[in-house]
Structure formats: structure tokens, C-alpha cells
């Protein structure tokens, strides 16, 4: 079976590198290590789950200045539904929620709760 390393930072905290089979999702695969992430609805239509991509593997790194240097968080996750609780500029932005986001590529994700305060609270709920 096909499977993605996922490694998550999170402030104050070792970094975490996840297993997570292409059929599980990011936060599916933390909970079955052990791995204390915070979640809500489940659904992707609250916050609370956020992270950001911040490296995909084999992903150029941006080195040319005319190049944006943010990872292209559409390469290192597809969803179980749409994230209804992100706008289009928070995706673009590489903001996911893991709680509905499948790996698609080895990649490191950025959660905490510096990451939702970023986004901030979900229209939906």
C-alpha cells in the first residue's frame, strides 16, 4: 500500500513524522500515533484542525527571486470533500485541515495553535 511521510511541527514540541496510507487522513494517522492534534467537527467545516504545508518533497524551493517561495499545498494533499471552512487565498496560502486532507506527497505541515490564529474562525460555524 502506498504511503506518505508527513512530518509535523508544531512549536514546542518534537517533530512529529507520520506514516499515513494514501486512504487515511493526516489527523486519522496522528490519533493512531499517539500523536495529540486538536479537532472539531471532523468535516472541514471548522478551523480547528489547521495546519500549513510548509515543504513538499521534490518541490523546487523557490531559489529564483521571481519565484513564489510558498509550497504548493495542492501537491501534498487532496480531500475526503472541499474544505468548506477555508477560503480560496487560506489554500493558496498553504493553510489544510487535517482532519479531511490525504496525502498526496512526502511533505512537512506547520500545526498549532499559532497556525489557527492565523486563519481564524470558520464562517461555517
Same mark, same amino acid.
Given at each position: 500500500?502506498?504511503?506518505? @511521510? ?10 512529529? #513524522?507520520?506514516? &499515513?496510507?494514501?486512504? @487515511?487522513?493526516? +489527523?486519522?494517522?496522528? =490519533? =493512531?500515533?499517539? &500523536?495529540? +492534534?486538536? !479537532? *472539531? /467537527? +471532523? ?14 518533497? $521534490? ?6 527571486? #521571481?519565484? *513564489? ?5 495542492? +501537491? !501534498? &494533499? *487532496? ?5 468548506? !471552512? ?7 496560502? $498553504?493553510?489544510?485541515?487535517? /482532519?479531511?486532507?490525504?496525502? =498526496?506527497? *512526502? /511533505? =512537512?505541515? @506547520? ?8 486563519? $481564524? ?5
Amino acid at each position: 500500500m502506498t504511503s506518505y @511521510e508527513v512530518v509535523l511541527e508544531r512549536p514546542g514540541s518534537p517533530d512529529h #513524522t507520520l506514516e &499515513v496510507s494514501k486512504r @487515511e487522513t493526516i +489527523l486519522e494517522a496522528a =490519533r =493512531r500515533d499517539g &500523536v495529540r +492534534l486538536p !479537532a *472539531d /467537527c +471532523l468535516k472541514g467545516t471548522c478551523t480547528t484542525c489547521v495546519g500549513r504545508v510548509v515543504g513538499v518533497e $521534490g518541490e523546487d524551493d523557490g531559489d529564483d527571486e #521571481t519565484t *513564489d517561495s510558498r509550497p504548493d499545498a495542492a +501537491l !501534498a &494533499v *487532496d480531500y475526503r470533500r472541499p474544505p468548506q !471552512a477555508l477560503a480560496g487565498h487560506e489554500r493558496a496560502d $498553504g493553510y489544510v485541515l487535517l /482532519c479531511i486532507a490525504l496525502p =498526496r506527497a *512526502d /511533505c =512537512r505541515i @506547520e500545526a498549532g495553535p499559532q497556525v489557527r490564529a492565523e486563519v $481564524g474562525d470558520s464562517p461555517w460555524r
